[in-house]
C-alpha cells in the first residue's frame, strides 16, 4: 500500500514531505508543485464546490482539536492536503461565504482553517502564520485576535476558526472540538507550521 500511495503522488505531480528534505527553504515555506499539479488527482472526499479552484476542498463535519484536525486533512493525501490556507482576497470571500452557508451542522458551530500562533508570542496579534508558512492574510475581525481578554501571558487562544454567525477569523483554544475545512492544493503544510501545531498537543 505505501508503494501505491507513493506513485500516485509521483504521478500526480504533487510534492511529498520528503521532497523538501525536512526544511522550508529559509522561508516556512514548502515547495510549491510542479506543474503537473493536477486537482483531479485530488482525494474523491474533496467535493465541496461552493468554493472556486485552482485547489480542491474538504468539509469535516466531525468535531476534533485543532491537531487532531490538521492530522486528518494532512493524511487525506500526504504531501498534498492540509487545512485549508487561505492565500488571497478571493479566497477569504468565498471561504467566508460557505462558512456561512456549509450546507452542514458545523461541530461547536465553528470550523477550523490553517492558521497558528508561535507559543513564543507576546502580543493577541504576533506572530500569526497559515499553514503555507507565511504570514497569516488579515481576515480577523470584531475586535480578534484577543487571546481571551488580551492577555497574552496565558497563550490561551493559538488557532483559527470562523464560524456562520461570525465570518471572520477568530482565535481560539485548540482544545475546542470543530469541525475542519481541508484543502488539496498540491503542497505539504510547512515545517514551521507543523513544528507550531505539535507545540500545543498534549505530552
Not at 452542514?104 to 506572530?127: C, E, F, K, M, R
Request: glycine share 12%; proline share 8%.
Amino acid at each position: 500500500m505505501k508503494t501505491a500511495c507513493l506513485l500516485l503522488v509521483a504521478g500526480c505531480g504533487f510534492q511529498s514531505p520528503a521532497a523538501t528534505n525536512g526544511t522550508d527553504g529559509g522561508e516556512g515555506t514548502p515547495a510549491a508543485p510542479d506543474a503537473g499539479f493536477d486537482d483531479a488527482s485530488c482525494p474523491v472526499s474533496y467535493s465541496v464546490t461552493a468554493i472556486p479552484g485552482p485547489s480542491r476542498y474538504r468539509l469535516i463535519v466531525n468535531g476534533g482539536r485543532a491537531w487532531e484536525q490538521s492530522d486528518a486533512c494532512n493524511q487525506d493525501l500526504q504531501g498534498a492536503t492540509h487545512l485549508v490556507v487561505i492565500d488571497s482576497p478571493p479566497e477569504l470571500t468565498a471561504v467566508k461565504a460557505f462558512v456561512q452557508n456549509p450546507g452542514a451542522g458545523l461541530a461547536g458551530n465553528a470550523l477550523w482553517i490553517g492558521g497558528v500562533q508561535p507559543i513564543t508570542a507576546t502580543t493577541p496579534s504576533d506572530g500569526w502564520i497559515g499553514f503555507d508558512g507565511k504570514p497569516l492574510i488579515n481576515g480577523w475581525g470584531g475586535g480578534e485576535p484577543n487571546d481571551r481578554g488580551n492577555d497574552e501571558s496565558n497563550h490561551e487562544e493559538q488557532f483559527v476558526k470562523m464560524q456562520p454567525d461570525k465570518a471572520y477569523f477568530i482565535d481560539t483554544a485548540g482544545t475546542d472540538i470543530l469541525s475542519a475545512l481541508c484543502e488539496c492544493d498540491g503542497k505539504p503544510i510547512a515545517p514551521t507550521a507543523a513544528s507550531m501545531v505539535d507545540s500545543y498537543r498534549p505530552h
